[in-house]
T-cell receptor, first 115, second 112 residues
Framework: GDSVTQMEGPVTLSEEAFLTINCTYTATGYPSLFWYVQYPGEGLQLLLKATKADDKGSNKGFEATYRKETTSFHLEKGSVQVSDSAVYFCALSEAPWGANSKLTFGKGITLSVRP | DAGVIQSPRHEVTEMGQEVTLRCKPISGHNSLFWYRQTMMRGLELLIYFNNNVPIDDSGMPEDRFSAKMPNASFSTLKIQPSEPRDSAVYFC??????????FGPGTRLTVT
């Protein structure tokens, strides 16, 4: 079945440091890929997504590129802020993305950014 | 829009009691999802509905769990009887067609 593997956490960085969070996936078809973020005490919210190979999703300074050849969707940000402290989830959905599709999530990784 | 609304936000109950979690999806959304989040197992999809019809309940842990969606604006997740291992944060999410899923704030359930 489908699965998503994220790097082990937690991750602690200083403000303005470069961030990379690794994510790889296993899927039988051509999935859409997502990064969700969960701030303390809140539900998850979509950060960015990519629906086909070589697409780059971007939002709030975060980027991730859909790499079919390496089955990866690593999350990057050039300069993190304290406000980026949260839990980050990589997820996939089998294409075509539609009302009957469901998300498969990775275990999530906690990011803490020090001032 | 108020977003996905869940109630209660916190629930503490004793083992053996019935627990009912409630969810109001965003108006106009036709898919609804129930998730459970724990430190050990991460985020798990329990069940999801499309147009009020259950599509996939393979994630429901056992017969003690049941979910209903009597109309487009309301869903419940019931645990009867509850056990300590059911302690978790339960999230409801909704979506419209091909759009992203919007999550509610969650219900933190503690079973003693």
């Amino acid at each position: 079945g489908d699965s998503v593997t994220q790097m082990e956490g937690p991750v602690t960085l200083s403000e303005e440091a470069f961030l990379t969070i690794n994510c790889t996936y296993t899927a039988t078809g051509y999935p859409s890929l997502f990064w969700y973020v969960q701030y303390p005490g809140e539900g998850l919210q979509l950060l960015l997504k990519a629906t086909k190979a070589d697409d780059k999703g971007s939002n709030k300074g975060f980027e991730a590129t859909y790499r079919k050849e390496t089955t990866s969707f690593h999350l990057e940000k050039g300069s993190v802020q304290v406000s980026d402290s949260a839990v980050y989830f990589c997820a996939l959905s089998e294409a075509p993305w539609g009302a009957n599709s469901k998300l498969t999530f990775g275990k999530g990784i906690t990011l803490s950014v020090r001032p | 829009d108020a977003g996905v609304i869940q109630s209660p936000r916190h629930e503490v109950t004793e083992m053996g009691q019935e627990v009912t979690l409630r969810c109001k999806p965003i108006s106009g959304h036709n898919s609804l999802f129930w998730y459970r989040q724990t430190m050990m197992r991460g985020l798990e999809l329990l069940i999801y509905f499309n147009n009020n019809v259950p599509i996939d309940d393979s994630g429901m842990p056992e017969d003690r769990f049941s979910a209903k969606m009597p109309n487009a604006s309301f869903s419940t997740l019931k645990i009867q009887p509850s056990e300590p291992r059911d302690s978790a944060v339960y999230f409801c999410a909704s979506s419209r067609g091909v759009d992203e899923q919007y999550f509610g704030p969650g219900t933190r359930l503690t079973v003693t």
